[in-house]
């Protein structure tokens, strides 16, 4: 990446309301984010589950939340 594209990159980023980053799992421990990989039982199924998500929305993101929060 060129130092051109790297200003233009900064300043989308400063004029923007809201970021989002879409990173691969690596990521995520090394920033402190828990894994999903200690889950265990139905919590494990109900948050790695896309038909969870849409069977149960809401018991889908209280799974993730919770266990989010440890």
Do not use: W
Request: glycine share 6%; no cysteine; net charge negative.
């Amino acid at each position: 990446m060129e130092n051109e594209d790297i200003s233009k990159f900064v300043e989308l980023i400063n004029n923007s309301d809201h970021v989002v980053a879409l990173t691969g799992a690596g990521i995520s421990t090394p920033s402190g984010i828990p894994d999903l990989e200690h889950l265990t039982g139905p919590e494990s199924s109900i948050i790695s589950s896309e038909a969870a998500l849409e069977e149960d929305p809401e018991q889908f993101y209280q799974a993730t939340k919770k266990n989010l929060s440890r």
